[in-house]
């Protein structure tokens, strides 16, 4: 199967892809799996290895909340002043929109996300949720229950399709999956250049598309018109300043524009939704797969409910070397805790290494734009008077 | 803000006069309304500010173990406990913080305690710790507010991480899953004692420490089966009391006494028949979670006939109750050793899935016999926040009982509107009383 | 027996005279700065005289609302809830749930037998009550009536993403320079409190014959906002007002029998 019509101009076919998660692309490819006899797992955690969904034979979607501003059936069972994504998530659920869904799956990276999948066990909607442990460290310890989790996750997919998930399709769907990465990571690579041929919205497109779609179409849609990208242009007002954005659950591209219209350059981001999703490979080559793939979930750039903030900010630090960024905007969802903490580490770091940062306050659907825009531009404004 | 400025004095020496306050003022005006064990209460928290007080001056190592006590001490760390210090600022305190927190940017959406103890900590109102250990047992908010405080001041810390699963529970013991917390506990001591300068692990000291904590819990069994009388001799503000454990304090021996004295204070008052609900007790309520502390529904809710027999707010209504092992108690037969007894009293209820959330709820009920629930939505806390819809349509469907849900702050007083929230629990009230005729 | 349900809102102050199984007279006062009991008393002797009596005629006075506590001179203090469910099941005797939303609050009770059952109110702000509409209005230059009648002519859908009635005034400003026509603008105004409304609706578990009671049940806009997203229609008392004084007077008159003064 292939994505789009094959007479379409690259243009139009790279626009086809990256607008694979907006409102009313975002379940058309579940949907088309479903018509062939098969599962669809709606997966609200980065951290769930997809390869084991996918050799079991169920297409890992991740579960964008409603993009609108209103979540009457979700406020029911969530406060306002909590996780807005998970509400949005939950809205979608109890509104009928992802009725499709077979099964659900996530960890309990922090309480929004526990209690959000213990409603969802609770109401049996989707008709199964799965909740997997994730330990918020990486050590000796940790790595083997964690090693141990995958393969809870692995019997219980098992459990649930009826399928035996064999070594072969699983290092097989590793496969395919590094090969997503690898992909990713060479659109990623060209956003290195002065001019980068694709803007960050449309890398969050990228990135969000990737999450929604059977992985190999994806792959082979992506490889097709990663020739096109390299030679693509985009008009720029300005080369400078060269922005990293951080931020969590940030699914909406509508965000990313905001900060490249209020005149700067998106080049890397440090999203859960972006660059985290697809950074680091497992390691094929290992006898113990199984392990392989647990080592890389684990170790992949962390999330701020991994206790280990120094090394986040290290590698964010690194990110806007490799970038050539020059400074870091962070886009905090509002009652999502961690970030808020996390900031405090952040600035430390980002001061000593002498990077220009700032960290706002947003909705999760598209809200306050006017708002936002003018405490980017104030933000760029500074990071311009300084270069000068 | 090191060591050396002292500036972490002030919270411990305002606690120390405040408690020597209290009790100048029992000995002068005794109430008979109040219980006499409380002289007790007061020396043992004066004890143990004194001897935070004394540890800080003479650089002795101070800080948090894991959330008991006893292996906190049988380190040779003095406990630092700046969450529940943090509770102690209600009110202009806590609002003077919360100026604080906005201005500088600190987490304000979080749980009302966690924010508060950041600029506490960070300002050195209260002393810094030598050694913090994180852990994910109880919520995303204190363990992230521990990890900002480590990470700020330079602090070694330690994380230590719990599955969401109880495994202690009766008749579920999970050998695995117990030896992940012990592994985890014997490494944090390794780094311990590697990175904090005075502390060495003494295990007959664990072993004690352990000894007097099932003795104070036990007492607290008995205080559960009291609770349940009809009518409930504990006042609102009696059952919101936090259970601090016997070994937060330096001396266990009183703490175990005080905890003896209070539970046969108790035992008199429903041998008498007294009740706290006025003119008589017309119903009964659990109050969930935490509470407008600056203010005092209970008493609008006592003199208007009802009682709150019990708090839900921690772990320790499974103890209480007897439904989770307690210290000392066999694990499938036979004895653990201190650090596995230490692993398993990390299982807190908080960090578990839903269901054990939900069913501590249906037990309370159960036990002490309630008509109703007033589940305080605390701003922040989506670990309880989240998940109260399911609670209150469960016990709908298994006990026929209400409940009540009320959003608010529990230190920060500054929205709080007196009229409304009074009027919220008369309207619940009503309903309860209705639901009860109909009942009957 | 002839009894007497006061209701002190933030706003208004009513007071209802019962007696033979029927409403005999009411009265409405506006509280603005006044203390509570001054008003309640002055709207208590209005409605005694619109009956014809004399206050010393009834024999019990219950009151109820966000004010009744200072309304020292009462015999009961009700709940609103209490009141809410009495009152607007008497004026519609089919009535499942009721929605009274007053200056201050949003109260949803789902009612069995014209007593509660189950309720949900707002919280914390101004997002979800009739001050929300009047923040709303002002930058229309309408006062909340007229907001309801324009909202009735929308042609357009559009959404205010705002949460908070603070951030959604700056936001419909700014719809306002956008030229977004001031009755799509108002119709978003009452589809956000709707959604609001519609969220304690379903808390309470709603499944028909809804009542709206409270000065803004004679909103046009808002009614019609509400019915759209509830998927019924809403019945409104023809005087949606005094739901909670006559609720009051009844409860008066259970509470009363045995007691008379």
């Known amino acids: 199967m292939k994505i789009s019509d094959t007479s379409a101009t690259m243009e139009d076919r790279f626009k086809a892809l990256k607008e694979s998660n907006r409102p009313e692309n975002r379940t058309k490819w579940a949907l088309e799996w479903k018509k062939q006899g098969k599962q669809v797992m709606g997966l609200l955690c980065s951290y769930v290895p997809e390869e084991l969904v996918s050799a079991a034979g169920m297409l890992p979607w991740r579960i964008t909340g409603t993009w609108k501003e209103a979540a009457p059936l979700a406020g029911v069972y969530r406060p306002e002043m909590t996780c807005r994504y998970c509400s949005h998530a939950l809205e979608s659920v109890l509104n009928g929109e992802l009725s499709f869904l077979d099964a659900a799956a996530g960890t309990q990276l922090d309480d929004d996300f526990k209690r959000l999948l213990d409603v969802l066990i609770a109401i049996r909607k989707p008709a199964f949720t799965y909740m997997m442990y994730l330990p918020h460290a990486s050590n000796r310890i940790t790595m083997a229950m964690w090693v141990k989790s995958v393969l809870d996750l692995q019997q219980t997919l098992e459990k649930l399709t009826g399928v035996k998930i064999t070594e072969k399709e699983l290092r097989r769907q590793v496969g395919i999956y590094n090969r997503m990465r690898t992909l990713l990571s060479k659109v990623y690579e060209l956003r290195k250049r002065d001019n980068p041929p694709i803007t960050g919205a449309e890398a969050l497109g990228l990135t969000t598309a990737a999450r929604i779609m059977p992985r190999e179409i994806f792959n082979d849609e992506l490889e097709e018109l990663l020739p096109y990208l390299e030679h693509r242009e985009i008009p720029l007002k300005r080369s400078r300043p060269r922005l990293l954005m951080c931020g969590e659950y940030l699914d909406h591209p509508g965000y990313v524009d905001l900060v490249e219209k209020a005149g700067a350059v998106v080049v890397m981001d440090d999203f859960d939704t972006g660059s985290r999703y697809f950074w680091d490979l497992v390691e094929e080559s290992s006898d113990n797969i199984i392990e392989a793939i647990a080592r890389r979930y684990l170790n992949k750039p962390g999330s701020s409910r991994m206790v280990n903030w120094n090394e986040q900010a290290a590698q964010i630090v690194k990110w806007v070397k490799e970038y050539d960024c020059d400074g870091i905007v962070e886009l905090r969802q509002l009652f999502s805790l961690p970030l808020d903490y996390r900031f405090f580490a952040l600035i430390k770091k980002f001061t000593a290494a002498g990077i220009p940062y700032i960290s706002v306050d947003r909705e999760y659907h598209l809200a306050n734009e006017g708002m936002l825009r003018t405490r980017v531009e104030a933000f760029i404004e500074m990071i311009l008077a300084k270069a000068k | ?440 | 027996m002839i009894t007497a349900g006061i209701d002190a809102g933030a706003e208004n102050t009513k007071a209802l005279i019962f007696g033979a199984d029927r409403v005999l007279a009411y009265s409405i006062v506006p509280q603005g700065l006044q203390a509570v009991l001054p008003v309640a008393d002055k709207a208590l002797a209005e409605a005694a005289a619109n009956a014809g009596i004399k206050v010393s005629d009834i024999d019990y006075l219950v009151s109820t609302g966000i004010g009744s506590e200072q309304v020292s001179f009462c015999d009961e203090h009700a709940s609103e809830s209490a009141a809410c469910a009495r009152g607007a099941s008497r004026l519609i005797p089919e009535t499942d749930t009721v929605v009274d939303i007053g200056a201050d609050k949003c109260l949803v009770v789902k009612c069995q037998h014209g007593r509660p059952f189950k309720t949900a109110r707002n919280d914390r702000c101004a997002a979800g009550t009739s001050r929300f509409l009047r923040i709303a209005a002002k930058p229309l230059g309408v006062d909340v009536r007229e907001m309801g009648r324009l909202a009735l002519r929308s042609q357009m859908e559009i959404e205010i993403d705002s949460v908070c009635a603070v951030f959604a005034e700056s936001e419909i400003i700014s719809l306002i320079h956008q030229k977004k026509h001031p009755e799509d603008i108002a119709r978003a105004v009452f589809k956000g409190l709707a959604s609001r409304i519609y969220t304690l609706l379903v808390k309470v578990g709603f499944e028909k014959s809804l009542v709206m009671v409270g000065g803004v049940a004679r909103n046009e806009g808002l009614v019609r906002a509400l019915e759209e997203k509830a998927g019924c229609s809403i019945m409104i008392p023809e005087e949606p007002m005094i739901a909670g004084a006559l609720g009051a007077a009844l409860i008066a008159c259970e509470k009363g029998m045995g007691k008379k003064k």
């Open chain 2, 1 to 440: 803000m090191s060591n050396s400025s002292l500036s972490g004095l002030a919270y411990l020496e305002y606690e120390v006069a405040r408690c020597n306050r209290r009790m100048q003022r029992i000995k002068d005006n005794p109430d008979p309304s109040k219980p006499k064990s409380n002289v007790l209460l007061y020396e043992l928290e004066r004890d143990f500010r004194m001897e935070q007080l004394e540890a800080y001056k003479a650089g002795k190592p101070f800080g948090l173990g894991t959330q008991t006590g006893p292996l906190t001490r049988s380190l040779g760390l003095v406990p630092w406990d700046a969450v529940p210090a943090a509770d102690r600022t209600h009110g202009k305190e806590a609002t003077r913080y919360f100026d604080i927190i906005r201005r500088e940017g600190m987490p304000e959406h979080t749980c009302d305690r966690c924010s508060i103890l950041i600029p506490m900590v960070l300002r050195g109102d209260f002393p810094r710790p030598s050694f913090l250990a994180t852990t994910n047992y109880e919520c995303i908010p204190i363990f992230m507010a521990n990890l900002i405080v480590a990470n700020l001041l330079d602090i070694p810390s330690f994380h230590i991480d719990r599955h969401f699963k109880n495994y202690k529970a009766k008749g579920k013991e999970d050998d695995e899953l117990l030896k992940y917390m012990t592994d985890q506990l014997g490494e944090m001591i390794e780094y311990v004692e590697a990175h904090v300068p005075g502390c060495k692990y003494n295990e007959d000291m664990e072993i004690e420490w352990q000894h007097y904590e099932r003795l104070y819990v036990q007492q607290a069994q008995k205080l559960w089966k009291l609770k349940a009388a009809i009518p409930c001799p504990l006042s609102g503000r009696e059952s919101f009391r936090e259970f601090r454990p016997s070994s937060l304090y330096p001396d266990p021996v009183k703490a175990v006494e005080y905890m003896r004295q209070y539970v046969e204070e108790v035992g008199e008052r429903v041998d008498k028949g007294l009740g706290v609900a006025q003119p008589e007790e017309r119903l009964r309520l659990l109050w969930s979670v935490a509470g407008p502390f600056y203010a005092d529904p209970f008493s609008y809710l006592e003199n208007m006939g009802v009682a709150i027999p019990a708090a839900e707010m921690t772990i320790y209504n499974g103890w209480f109750s007897g439904r989770e092992s307690i210290w000392g108690d066999p694990w499938k037969g036979r004895k653990l050793s201190p650090l596995e007894e230490e692993a398993r009293q990390m299982d807190f209820v908080w960090g578990r899935a839903g269901e054990a959330w939900v069913q501590t709820h249906i037990d309370t009920c159960r036990d002490l016999h309630l008509d109703g629930i007033v589940y305080f939505i605390q701003w922040g806390c989506p670990v309880t926040s989240a998940l109260g819809k399911i609670v209150a349509d469960t016990v709908e469907a298994q006990l026929s009982i209400p409940t009540l849900f009320i959003e608010g702050r529990m230190l920060e007083s500054s929205i709080y509107d007196e009229k409304d929230f009074n009027s919220k629990l008369k309207d619940f009230v009503d309903i309860c009383l209705e639901r009860k005729k109909s009942h009957a």
